[in-house]
């Protein structure tokens, strides 16, 4: 199962960046990967302090980002999976060199779910097109081929399942 898994991952990887490549997407997958940086997470959440629920929001993603960014450490430094850039894959070279040489789960794309899933809970009606830039979010690490699928895949649950919990305690 878990050989079947591996291959999966890795099939699904060669296709995507293939993709990304064929039709020069790595400008664009640049910019979503971008967006999924720390600081643009508190530059949003202290703006929608000035809305009524914003404060409610700012907690619920504080706390979610307390009870995700240990875990995302944890998890990274035992895994320890080599991130595709890192690997000798014929053919293959990387848009860039990421910061840190892990690559499961993906800290990118389980930030943007903390985001997306934090105002899934406070603004319902925003919902959708937030979960469709998380999504992009962590589909352009794979493009950019500094992740596997599967990492984007661990990243989403991560992020979503640490604001889950932080909303018990909010």
């Not at 060669?14 to 971008?34: I, M, N, P, V, W």
Request: overall charge positive.
């Amino acid at each position: 199962m878990f050989t079947y898994l591996a291959e999966l991952d890795l099939r699904t990887f060669r296709a995507l960046t293939q993709f990304g490549r064929k039709h020069d997407l790595e400008a664009c997958a640049l910019k979503f990967s971008a967006s999924g940086n720390g600081p643009l997470y508190l530059c949003l959440a202290l703006l929608m302090l000035l809305e009524q629920d914003g404060p409610r929001f700012f907690a619920l993603l504080l706390l979610a980002y307390a009870v995700e960014l240990p875990l995302y450490l944890l998890l990274k430094n035992a895994i320890r999976r080599k991130r595709p850039c890192h690997q000798v894959l014929v053919g293959f070279r990387a848009s860039f060199e990421p910061s840190d040489k892990f690559s499961l789960p993906s800290g990118h794309t389980a930030g943007a779910f903390v985001f997306a899933s934090a105002v899934w809970q406070i603004y319902p009606q925003l919902a959708v097109p937030v979960f469709i830039w998380a999504a992009l979010v962590g589909v352009s690490r794979v493009f950019l081929g500094v992740h596997y699928p599967l990492d984007i895949l661990a990243g989403a649950l991560l992020g979503s399942s640490a604001t889950l919990i932080a909303v018990v305690w909010i």
